[in-house]
């Protein structure tokens, strides 16, 4: 019997050893990538700023650094494009994040050669391919797609922002939609003045209309609307965070667009463009004060 019993207690043991054992054992290799994607973003954002900067300094002096080139704008827009998709892809996975961009550049892009074609809906316009870059595919500039998605997703995510106490509101979904519309038309009002008047990327047509903002048709405003509207209809779905993790507010859209405005905003004021300029500038003070409201407002 007093084998039996030590027997027994000797495969218990055995038995808790094991299971203890088994809690040390690793179930999974160390990602030895892990943190390099924050690390990556980060870098990209510094790089954005550095080439901001360049760009706000070339607006006074043309020939700073880099000469009459007109690649360093270019290049400004991809590295914007590239830190708002990887901010993007901390929040969502980032298939989600590359099909919303996908989506975003191939409906504006379709949109944009219609109204390069047929003037509808933006209003009649042609692009100035010695400034703006090559074609895409004629008559689509390569960076006008990559403008609407560095637009939808700033405007999107700084929406977010704002209304980050709403977010379990009924109609909070349909309040993110409306917002962002609102802000990607006021982006396009703060970019019109510095596209056509300060860079010469594009210019409009005369129409019927005598009223314009610096020479763009009010009806652009209209067409801007209803394009982001219909963007936002196919895009929302990839954009919803299904994760049921809390994730801390996030400022990065709403820097990328405040340095974005105030790109605008130099470019105007140096070339006296009183109204565009007061424009932006009440429109960057407005964002950044209900931006910084809506997340303390939940504490």
């Not at 980060?42 to 550095?50: K, M, P, R």
């Not at 590295?79 to 708002?84: F, S, V």
């Not at 209304?163 to 038309?185: D, E, K, P, Q, S």
Request: aromatic share 12%.
């Amino acid at each position: 019997m007093k084998r039996r019993e030590s027997k027994t207690a000797n495969n218990q043991t055995g038995r808790r050893m094991g299971r203890v054992e088994f809690k040390h054992i690793s179930v999974s290799a160390r990602n030895p990538f892990a943190g390099w994607e924050r690390i990556g973003v980060h870098a990209l954002f510094v790089a954005f700023v550095a080439l901001l900067a360049v760009v706000c300094v070339r607006l006074r002096i043309p020939d700073f650094l880099l000469g009459a080139a007109h690649w360093p704008e270019g290049l400004l827009l991809v590295l914007a494009t590239a830190t708002t998709l990887g901010s993007l892809s901390g929040q969502i996975p980032a298939q989600n994040v590359v099909l919303a961009a996908l989506v975003v550049a191939v409906i504006a892009g379709a949109v944009e050669v219609l109204g390069a074609i047929t003037a509808i809906p933006f209003g009649p316009f042609v692009y100035n391919k010695a400034n703006i870059g090559p074609w895409l595919f004629y008559p689509l500039p390569w960076a006008v797609p990559v403008i609407w998605v560095v637009a939808i997703l700033n405007a999107r995510g700084v929406v977010r922002l704002i209304l980050r106490r709403h977010r379990h509101a009924r109609n909070y979904g349909w309040w993110v939609m409306g917002l962002t519309v609102m802000l990607v038309v006021l982006f396009d009002l703060s970019l019109e003045p510095y596209a056509t008047q300060v860079r010469e990327y594009w210019s409009w047509k005369p129409t019927k209309l005598a009223s314009t903002w610096y020479t763009t048709p009010w009806v652009n405003s209209l067409g801007w609307t209803v394009t982001s509207l219909l963007i936002l209809l196919f895009v929302t779905p990839a954009l919803i965070n299904k994760s049921p993790v809390k994730k801390p507010p996030t400022y990065h859209p709403l820097c990328v667009w405040q340095l974005l405005s105030l790109l605008f905003l130099i470019g105007t004021t140096l070339q006296s463009l009183w109204a565009a300029s007061a424009l932006i500038a009440t429109q960057m003070v407005l964002v950044l004060v209900l931006a910084w409201l809506g997340p303390r407002a939940t504490k």
